[in-house]
Protein backbone atom coordinates (compact mmCIF):
# COMPACT_ATOMS: atom_id res chain seq x y z
CA UNK A 1 0.00 0.00 0.00
CA UNK A 2 1.00 3.39 -0.83
CA UNK A 3 1.13 5.98 1.73
CA UNK A 4 0.55 9.56 0.44
CA UNK A 5 3.68 11.78 1.69
CA UNK A 6 1.60 14.79 3.21
CA UNK A 7 -0.33 12.14 5.28
CA UNK A 8 2.95 9.95 6.98
CA UNK A 9 2.72 11.70 10.34
CA UNK A 10 -1.09 11.69 10.87
CA UNK A 11 -1.73 8.40 12.57
CA UNK A 12 0.76 9.83 15.28
CA UNK A 13 -0.70 13.17 15.50
CA UNK A 14 -4.50 11.77 15.74
CA UNK A 15 -2.64 9.09 18.67
CA UNK A 16 -0.84 11.90 20.46
CA UNK A 17 -4.10 14.15 21.00
CA UNK A 18 -6.10 11.37 21.64
CA UNK A 19 -3.63 10.03 24.21
CA UNK A 20 -3.45 13.38 25.94
CA UNK A 21 -7.00 13.51 26.14
CA UNK A 22 -7.29 9.87 27.57
CA UNK A 23 -4.84 10.76 29.85
CA UNK A 24 -6.28 13.97 31.37
CA UNK A 25 -10.10 12.29 31.82
CA UNK A 26 -8.33 9.14 33.35
CA UNK A 27 -7.00 11.95 36.21
CA UNK A 28 -9.77 13.73 36.36
CA UNK A 29 -11.58 10.61 37.76
CA UNK A 30 -8.19 9.92 39.64
CA UNK A 31 -8.96 13.23 41.49
CA UNK A 32 -12.68 12.71 41.42
CA UNK A 33 -12.20 9.56 43.72
CA UNK A 34 -9.54 10.67 46.12
CA UNK A 35 -12.36 13.78 46.75
CA UNK A 36 -14.97 11.64 47.20
CA UNK A 37 -13.33 9.24 49.59
CA UNK A 38 -12.03 12.15 51.61
CA UNK A 39 -15.69 13.62 51.64
CA UNK A 40 -16.88 10.26 53.05
CA UNK A 41 -14.16 10.01 55.72
CA UNK A 42 -15.28 13.45 56.81
CA UNK A 43 -18.93 12.61 56.40
CA UNK A 44 -17.75 8.96 59.10
CA UNK A 45 -16.09 11.28 61.76
CA UNK A 46 -18.72 13.50 61.47
CA UNK A 47 -21.15 10.91 62.22
CA UNK A 48 -19.27 9.43 64.95
CA UNK A 49 -19.03 12.88 66.81
CA UNK A 50 -22.88 13.45 66.21
CA UNK A 51 -23.56 9.56 67.71
CA UNK A 52 -20.89 10.51 70.96
CA UNK A 53 -22.82 14.13 70.97
CA UNK A 54 -26.54 12.43 71.29
CA UNK A 55 -25.42 10.86 74.91
CA UNK A 56 -23.17 13.59 75.73
CA UNK A 57 -24.25 17.80 73.68
CA UNK A 58 -22.64 19.41 76.51
CA UNK A 59 -19.09 17.88 76.16
CA UNK A 60 -18.13 20.00 72.97
CA UNK A 61 -14.41 19.32 73.33
CA UNK A 62 -15.03 15.49 73.47
CA UNK A 63 -17.39 15.54 70.70
CA UNK A 64 -14.69 17.45 68.48
CA UNK A 65 -12.43 14.75 69.64
CA UNK A 66 -14.13 11.95 69.03
CA UNK A 67 -14.73 13.29 65.59
CA UNK A 68 -11.26 14.10 64.75
CA UNK A 69 -10.54 10.46 65.99
CA UNK A 70 -12.74 8.80 63.57
CA UNK A 71 -9.75 8.17 61.32
CA UNK A 72 -6.60 9.39 60.14
CA UNK A 73 -6.54 8.32 56.47
CA UNK A 74 -6.70 9.60 53.87
CA UNK A 75 -7.21 12.96 55.79
CA UNK A 76 -5.59 12.87 59.19
CA UNK A 77 -8.39 14.79 61.43
CA UNK A 78 -6.38 14.44 64.74
CA UNK A 79 -5.19 17.24 66.37
CA UNK A 80 -1.38 15.92 66.09
CA UNK A 81 -1.27 16.09 62.50
CA UNK A 82 0.72 18.59 60.55
CA UNK A 83 -1.99 21.18 60.22
CA UNK A 84 -4.83 20.61 62.17
CA UNK A 85 -6.23 23.90 61.22
CA UNK A 86 -6.87 22.37 57.84
CA UNK A 87 -9.83 20.69 59.24
CA UNK A 88 -12.59 22.90 60.88
CA UNK A 89 -15.08 21.35 63.24
CA UNK A 90 -18.25 22.79 64.21
CA UNK A 91 -20.64 21.53 66.76
CA UNK A 92 -24.35 23.05 66.92
CA UNK A 93 -27.18 22.19 69.41
CA UNK A 94 -30.44 22.92 66.77
CA UNK A 95 -34.16 22.36 67.35
CA UNK A 96 -35.69 19.16 65.89
CA UNK A 97 -39.41 21.20 66.46
CA UNK A 98 -38.57 24.82 65.68
CA UNK A 99 -42.03 25.96 66.98
CA UNK A 100 -41.01 24.56 70.58
CA UNK A 101 -38.98 27.40 71.29
CA UNK A 102 -40.32 30.58 72.14
CA UNK A 103 -38.73 33.81 70.06
CA UNK A 104 -35.24 34.74 71.43
CA UNK A 105 -35.33 31.69 73.44
CA UNK A 106 -31.74 30.06 74.15
CA UNK A 107 -31.19 26.53 72.53
CA UNK A 108 -30.94 24.21 75.18
CA UNK A 109 -29.21 20.56 74.75
CA UNK A 110 -31.95 18.58 76.26
CA UNK A 111 -33.87 15.05 74.47
CA UNK A 112 -35.18 15.62 71.40
CA UNK A 113 -33.03 18.34 70.31
CA UNK A 114 -31.19 18.52 67.07
CA UNK A 115 -26.83 18.16 67.49
CA UNK A 116 -25.32 19.15 64.57
CA UNK A 117 -21.69 18.30 63.49
CA UNK A 118 -20.11 19.94 60.90
CA UNK A 119 -17.05 19.43 59.23
CA UNK A 120 -15.18 21.63 56.29
CA UNK A 121 -11.60 20.27 54.69
CA UNK A 122 -10.39 21.83 51.33
CA UNK A 123 -9.14 18.99 49.02
CA UNK A 124 -5.83 20.39 47.21
CA UNK A 125 -6.36 19.22 43.82
CA UNK A 126 -2.79 17.20 42.45
CA UNK A 127 -3.70 17.95 38.90
CA UNK A 128 -2.41 20.60 36.55
CA UNK A 129 -4.74 22.95 34.37
CA UNK A 130 -7.98 21.66 36.40
CA UNK A 131 -7.56 24.60 39.12
CA UNK A 132 -7.51 26.95 35.55
CA UNK A 133 -10.98 25.44 34.18
CA UNK A 134 -12.53 25.73 37.79
CA UNK A 135 -10.89 28.93 39.05
CA UNK A 136 -9.37 27.91 42.35
CA UNK A 137 -6.83 25.15 43.44
CA UNK A 138 -8.84 23.49 45.92
CA UNK A 139 -12.36 21.96 46.10
CA UNK A 140 -14.28 22.37 49.26
CA UNK A 141 -15.52 19.54 51.29
CA UNK A 142 -18.22 19.85 53.88
CA UNK A 143 -19.74 17.12 55.60
CA UNK A 144 -23.39 17.69 58.16
CA UNK A 145 -24.66 15.21 60.16
CA UNK A 146 -28.13 16.52 62.98
CA UNK A 147 -28.14 13.91 65.24
CA UNK A 148 -31.06 13.71 67.81
CA UNK A 149 -30.20 14.00 71.56
CA UNK A 150 -30.90 11.45 73.58
CA UNK A 151 -30.03 12.34 76.80
CA UNK A 152 -30.14 14.63 79.21
CA UNK A 153 -33.66 14.50 80.01
CA UNK A 154 -34.53 18.18 80.72
CA UNK A 155 -37.68 19.77 82.63
Known amino acids: MKHIKSERGQSLV ?15 AVEFGMAFFQFVQLRDAAQEGALYGS ?4 S ?3 IEERARGAS ?8 AAPNPAKVQIYV ?6 ENFA ?11 HGLEVRISFDHQIFMPFIPAFIGRSFIP ?8 ILSPICP
Not at 72 to 79: E, G, M
Not at 92 to 97: E, G, N, P
Not at 105 to 112: L, N, Q, R
Open 55 to 58: MNPT
Open 72 to 79: NSPIDLSL
Open 141 to 148: LNATVTDT
Open 14 to 28: ELAISITILVYLLAG
Open 92 to 97: DSVLVQ
Open 60 to 62: LTT
Open 102 to 112: PTGATVSACEG
